[in-house]
């Protein structure tokens, strides 16, 4: 099992900047491709960034040249600097440690970012 947990979330105003991490612990031998996602209220949980273990990124078109997700493998860690931050990045953003054919994913229990206009 993969444990995971958010921090950096908080409250900022429309173009400010927040920067999010996760740490991973547990069966770190499943952690393949952590990713971002965000859910806003009424609305499906979307996919934000994601990054596997080579460092290939993948963003949604809305967060393009404003977000940029990293990683550093030694700590089990996932990052997400959010720039340039706007009202409708506001969401419940949660971390998701990637399945494999032998492993499930695992979900952190997410960090709020509210931006306020």
């Known amino acids: 099992q993969v444990h995971l947990v958010e921090s950096g979330g908080g409250l900022v105003e429309t173009g400010g900047s927040l920067r999010l991490s996760c740490a991973a612990s547990?069966?770190?031998?499943?952690?393949?491709?952590l990713g971002w996602y965000r859910q806003a209220p009424g609305k499906e949980r979307e996919l934000v960034a994601v990054i596997n273990s080579g460092g290939r990124t993948y963003y949604v078109d809305s967060v393009k040249g404003r977000f940029t997700i990293s990683r550093d493998n030694a700590k089990n860690t996932v990052y997400l600097q959010m720039n340039r931050l706007k009202p409708e990045d506001t969401a419940v953003y949660y971390c998701?440690?990637?399945?494999?054919?032998?492993?499930?994913?695992?979900w952190g229990q997410g960090t709020q970012v509210t931006v306020s206009s």
């Open positions: 547990g069966d770190t031998i499943c952690i393949s491709a």
């Open positions: 998701n440690s990637g399945s494999s054919s032998s492993c499930p994913d695992y």
